[in-house]
């Protein structure tokens, strides 16, 4: 039996928060983009490797899948048929 509260999330939820996580990270990697032209100086070489480095990250999360409960799997005892089931 499955309760609720140890049932899987859908497929694709999952696919589209990771979606969503990845374009988050890559329109900040577009920020960045744009800040290296507009500023000068430390920021400007932040905004660089920041720019080189969270295409990767966005990557790896992207591929990333939630971890899948392990199954619980309890002896099941067979029924018989001809015996009759009193309910309490």
């Not at 049932?7 to 990270?25: E, G, I, P, S």
């Not at 619980?72 to 048929?81: E, F, G, K, S, Y």
Request: glycine share 4%.
């Amino acid at each position: 039996m499955q309760s609720v509260t140890t049932a899987r999330a859908k497929a694709a939820d999952d696919l589209n928060a990771r979606m969503r996580h990845y374009l988050v990270t890559m329109g900040i990697r577009t920020g960045c983009f744009v800040l290296a032209f507009l500023t000068s100086g430390w920021v400007r070489w932040t905004c660089v490797a920041l720019a080189v480095v969270l295409p990767y990250i966005a990557v790896v999360f992207a591929n990333a899948r939630s971890p899948r409960a392990a199954g619980r799997l309890a002896p099941v005892a067979p029924r018989d048929p001809h015996r009759r089931q009193i309910d309490s």
